[in-house]
């Protein structure tokens, strides 16, 4: 089946310091690659779309100057949280669509912990 | 896309199937129902789909109703590794998946 890897899958950094998250499609290629958050008990939320070769799509409520998403290629997307605060830790998920398939096939999540 | 109610929880027993139930009376011709698991701290992983069939993998079954305003799906003997949390998702074309709360599955021996 169809793999997405995150990387790093824990990390910790202190209040005002930016986290880049990566994600990587690795056995096929992905033109559309979404990226959710999940805070404990609750549910996953999309945040934002992000396509290969053009600007993310975000979603209503989510900062696109505060979570930075870089999809350069067609197996890679980045999500960078910037000036990163206690609030912003949460559990990131991305998740890739193969081209003629419609399930998404998900990543294993980062854990963001903001001191 | 389409908004589904799902139990918030629901039991079964190890080796037995668990029926799980979703309703979505508000589905769209072209919406497939989607069904993914998320084992705790883990991506969702993805369980099956349909549109109007019933469908059957490797994993599990869907049942779809006539009218599709509803489905079940079903794990056919549960293992204590399928214990999990179970979202139900009306999806269209978009792309975009819209998780709600789902329904947390314990399996107990």
């Known amino acids: 089946g169809a793999v997405v890897s995150q990387h790093p899958s824990r990390v910790i950094c202190k209040s005002g310091t930016s986290v880049k998250i990566e994600c990587r499609s690795l056995d096929f290629q992905a033109t559309t690659m979404f990226w959710y958050r999940q805070f404990p008990k609750k549910s996953l939320m999309l945040m934002a779309t992000?396509?290969?070769?053009?600007?993310?799509?975000?979603e209503q409520g989510v900062e696109k100057d505060k979570f930075l998403i870089n999809h350069a290629s067609l197996t890679l997307s980045t999500l960078t949280v910037t000036s990163a605060h206690p609030e912003d830790s949460s559990f990131y998920i991305c998740s890739a669509t193969p081209a003629r398939y419609n399930e998404q096939f998900f990543g294993p999540g980062t854990r963001l912990t903001v001191l | 896309d389409a908004k589904t109610t799902q139990p918030p929880s629901m039991d079964c027993a190890e080796g037995r199937a668990a029926n799980l139930p979703c309703n979505h009376s508000?589905?769209?011709?072209?919406?497939?129902v989607y069904w993914y698991r998320q084992i705790h701290s883990q991506g969702p992983q993805y369980i099956i789909h349909?549109?109007?069939n019933n469908e059957t993998n490797e994993m599990a079954s869907l049942i779809i109703t006539e009218d599709r305003k509803s489905s079940t799906l079903i794990l056919p003997h549960a293992t204590l590794r399928d214990t999990a949390v179970y979202y139900c998702i009306g999806h269209s074309n978009t792309g975009k998946l819209i998780f709600g709360q789902g329904t947390t599955l314990q399996v107990k021996p």
């Open positions: 992000s396509n290969e070769g053009s600007k993310a799509t975000y």
């Open positions: 349909g549109l109007k």
């Open positions: 508000t589905i769209s011709g072209n919406e497939y």
